[in-house]
């Protein structure tokens, strides 16, 4: 590691450092033209390489490769140092303690916090579960105040981490973000104690340039809070929250006639507590959103127990890609083949003992544009599944199906069953088995 703070180290102190500064300059120029001689009579030499292609090879190299490269002469330690090569930045704080992920050396933090803090425009946040890596990342936060950002990831490999944080200490070193970057573009925030007030700030100052905000799992912002960025971000295209924060407000927002086409709308429908109630969102809500984003993409996914989708998937809902994380049931599974005609992708984890096949038989009747399916711990008699995917056809691009889900009868069993639908599929396929180890 050594050698890497010494590749890190800017080289302050010129050659001949009592001459005069007329005498340093003669003293460059006389050096570079023996240098330029040199490349002329001996051909292209690695220390010759202009400046514009180390950059490029930089580009793919590893941060520490980047580091010990720079140690092989003052031309290769400058284009480590080019601003174009610090625009985007991981920052990775673990706790050697605790997680076998590599972390980013402290000695090269403060290099960047001191040389290259202005030069950061595409930065994230890789932290563990730890309070200390959480802090850690605060702390580097609150020191940006000479960037603008336009892309800003905080990313938790792990619960709680940044949860665990005092709410005023991370609103704090995320606001000052928020105020000096301007011109932020795209903001994940998942699992982060954000709240309303916060989201203001955001809103005040990068209103015009917001397009995607991911915040899922946030229990500190309200359903106003959320409102208030629907209400000024109008370039606004990608969105992911959790459904509390879902309203009929929120979606007529979206479809005002400001607002741009929204692309992409991610809702997590997730229970805390076994019963716990859930909202209706009404058809008419839907509609608008519909009549003003017809091509956006809906995507659910539900975590909740069989007793609580009663809200849901009563009446039509322009879902493209569903999936249920937890056991559905069979009723609730037969609901969606009737009320999401737009469903592109269906993954189903667990369903139980009751055989699916008038559901999958709807869903390839009423779902036109389903292509992709995967089936966990679920039933489907052999010949209800060769019906389906004989009803799909080839749009079928992604079919993944445990083999303990298909229960052999009287037409088809297990040996070739493989045959008939790869003959409606158009291609060879085989069921997924599961690993003995």
């Known amino acids: 590691m050594a050698k890497m703070k010494r590749g890190l180290q800017v080289n302050e102190q010129e050659d001949g450092g009592g001459t005069s500064s007329g005498s340093q300059e003669t003293l460059k120029r006389s050096r570079k033209q023996r240098r330029e001689k040199d490349c002329e009579e001996e051909g292209v030499r690695w220390e010759c390489l202009p400046q514009e292609i180390l950059l490029h090879i930089f580009q793919y190299l590893p941060l520490l490769d980047r580091a010990y490269a720079s140690q092989v002469c003052r031309g290769w330690n400058q284009a480590f140092h080019m601003p174009e090569l610090w625009r985007c930045f991981e920052f990775e704080l673990n706790q050697p303690a605790s997680s076998y992920l590599k972390a980013t050396h402290p000695d ?11 030069h950061l425009q595409y930065v994230s946040f890789k932290v563990d579960s730890s309070r200390e890596s959480a802090e850690a990342a605060c702390d580097i936060l609150s020191q940006l105040v000479n960037c603008s950002l336009k892309t800003l990831g905080l990313i938790s490999t792990a619960r709680p981490s940044f949860m665990e944080l005092p709410k005023s200490h991370f609103i704090s070193a995320l606001t000052v973000v928020f105020v000096n970057s301007k011109s932020l573009s795209s903001l994940k925030i998942d699992d982060t104690p954000v709240d309303d007030p916060s989201l203001k700030v955001l809103v005040a100052n990068n209103s015009d340039t917001l397009k995607l905000l991911k915040m899922s799992s946030c229990p500190h912002v309200s359903p106003a809070g959320i409102l208030c960025v629907a209400d000024q971000c109008h370039g606004l295209r990608e969105l992911a929250l959790n459904y509390h924060l879902l309203s009929d407000e929120l979606l007529i927002a979206l479809s005002s006639e400001k607002h741009v086409h929204l692309e992409h709308l991610r809702i997590d429908v997730v229970s805390e507590n076994p019963g716990q109630q859930f909202h209706t969102i009404k058809k008419s809500s839907w509609d608008a959103m519909m009549r003003h984003s017809p091509k956006f993409n809906l995507v659910m996914y539900f975590f909740l127990y069989e007793n609580e989708f009663g809200p849901f998937f009563r009446d039509e809902i322009p879902v493209t890609h569903l999936y249920f994380g937890r056991s559905v049931s069979k009723d609730v599974l037969g609901r969606v083949g009737l009320t999401c005609p737009r469903l592109v ?55 993944s199906i445990m083999e303990e889900v298909l229960v052999p009868d009287h037409r088809y069993g297990l040996d070739d069953i493989h045959w008939e639908v790869s003959k409606h599929l158009g291609r060879v396929w085989f069921p997924d088995m599961m690993p003995t180890w």
């Open 345 to 399: 992708e269906l993954v189903v984890c667990a369903n139980g003992l009751r055989p699916l096949d008038e559901e999958l038989i709807r869903m390839a009747q009423r779902c036109t544009q389903l292509s992709a399916v995967g089936l966990g711990e679920c039933e489907v008699s052999c010949s209800a599944f060769v019906e389906f995917v004989k009803m799909c056809g080839d749009r079928l691009t992604q079919l």
């Open 108 to 118: 090269l933090i403060k290099q960047i916090i001191k040389r290259h803090s202005n």
